[in-house]
Structures are given as C-alpha cells and as structure tokens.
Nanobody, 128 residues
Framework: QVQLVESGGGLVQPGGSLRLSCAAS????????IGWFRQSPGKEREGVSC????????KYADSVKGRFTISRDDAKNTMFLQMNNLKPEDTAVYYC?????????????????????WGQGTQVTVDS
C-alpha cells in the first residue's frame, strides 16, 4: 500500500503561483495512475487533474485548464501540481491520490471514486 504526503500549500495572492508536491512511499509511484483533488467547505471533493499511467493522458477540470499542470518524477517517487494564475475560487484543501488501474470501459474520469489511496491534504488559500 502506498503512503502519500502532500506539501507546498500556503497563502498566496491572486495571480500568484504555488507548486504542490506529493511524496510517495511504500511502493513505486510509476505503477500508479495519479491525481490531484480539492475540497472546499460544504462542497464535494472534485478532481483537479489526473495523469494516466496506462497511456500518459491527462485530464483537467475546466476551471483549471491552462493554469495548472500535473507531472510526476518517478525517480523521486513524487508527483506535482504546478498552479499558476491562482484565483480566490481555487482556495481549498488539495489532496493527491493514486490508483493502480481504472475501468477500460469508461476510461479515466478523474473522479474520487476511482482512486484508492489518499494523502492527508494541504491547504491552499488565495487571498489578497
């Protein structure tokens, strides 16, 4: 079972950038499909971005397209979320997650139900 630990959250002004990291241990990250999710008070946990191990494809929520980039460094067993041009509505707790496989029928949908292992979350606050 993989263990995940996020870091890199914090307070940033609108228009600023943050880079979230998620360090994996207990298993090699290169055997997993990875994802970033976020949750703000009173809302469902939503998929921000996912990266398929199967074919290398990525998915982004419409609200972050062109601003966020998911990546992985398998040599360091770490995944990243680069967040640029941050907006107040990006404020949330951000979680990294992994799963070994997903449905070949539906493909990767980047939904929380698809993922098995989760980090503890890191707070991102965008405020002037």
């Amino acid at each position: 079972q993989v263990q995940l630990v996020e870091s890199g959250g914090g307070l940033v002004q609108p228009g600023g950038s943050l880079r979230l990291s998620c360090a994996a241990s207990g298993s090699s990250l290169d055997t997993y499909t990875i994802g970033w999710f976020r949750q703000s008070p009173g809302k469902e946990r939503e998929g921000v971005s996912c990266l398929s191990r199967r074919d290398g494809s990525t998915k982004y929520a419409d609200s972050v397209k062109g601003r966020f980039t998911i990546s992985r460094d398998d040599a360091k067993n770490t995944m990243f979320l680069q967040m640029n041009n941050l907006k107040p509505e990006d404020t949330a707790v951000y979680y990294c997650a992994t799963v070994r496989s997903y449905s070949v029928v539906t493909g990767l949908r980047c939904r929380k139900e698809e993922f098995a292992s989760w980090g503890q979350g890191t707070q991102v606050t965008v405020d002037s």
